[in-house]
């Protein structure tokens, strides 16, 4: 079964870190470009960081950059969001998705970061 599954969230106190994972199963991201975005309560979807394959080419919504960094294991079937100095800001349900050249979107289910003290 082809799916990307999402974990690793948590809770976290105010300029601590936690890294998140987007698992490729049943195939891998090589020629996958996958997207971390964000909803939290009452707001709309925002697209956080991706990045694509072959070239590994990375971008970052202004909120997270210099914060957070996005980056995939070797064999192409994990990306990873890790999350430093994180802020209540960042509270929200973390999803993945992983799209193909040919415009196939698979979206993993979101995992929860609450940032509180």
């Known amino acids: 079964q082809v799916r990307v599954v999402a974990s690793g969230g948590g809770l976290v106190q105010p300029g601590g870190s936690l890294r998140l994972s987007c698992v490729a199963s049943?195939?891998?991201?090589?020629?996958?470009?996958v997207n971390w975005y964000r909803q939290a309560p009452g707001k709309e979807r925002e697209l956080v960081a991706g990045i694509t394959s072959p070239s590994g080419s990375t971008n970052y919504a202004d909120s997270v950059r210099g914060r957070f960094t996005i980056s995939r294991d070797k064999s192409e079937s994990t990306v990873y969001l890790q999350m430093n100095s994180l802020e209540p800001e960042d509270t929200a349900v973390y999803l993945c998705?992983?799209?193909?050249?040919?415009?196939?979107?698979?979206w993993g289910q979101g995992t929860q970061v609450t940032v509180s003290s």
């Open positions: 998705n992983a799209r193909s050249t040919f415009g196939i979107v698979y």
């Open positions: 049943g195939f891998t991201f090589s020629r996958w470009s």
